[in-house]
């Protein structure tokens, strides 16, 4: 059994992970990393504020 060789920062992306929500004014699908999740996001597309404390992670 071999140990795969990780590099140093390898751990924090471990803990990082990303999550995608429907922009609620145009649909639009904006991804934020969970280290963001607390921040004020505005979508991409139309400028709306998102809350991404409400979103729903949708697994398809
Ligand atoms: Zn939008």
Redesign the pocket.
């Known amino acids: 059994m071999s140990t795969p060789m990780h590099c140093p920062g390898f751990e924090q992306f471990k803990n990082l992970k990303s999550f995608v929500c429907k ?6 699908e ?1 991804e934020i990393f969970s280290d963001e999740f607390d921040k004020i996001h505005t ?6 504020k ?1 809350d991404f404390k409400q979103c729903k992670a949708e697994t398809n």
């Open positions: 922009c609620p004014e145009c649909s639009k904006n979508c991409t597309a139309c400028g709306e998102i």
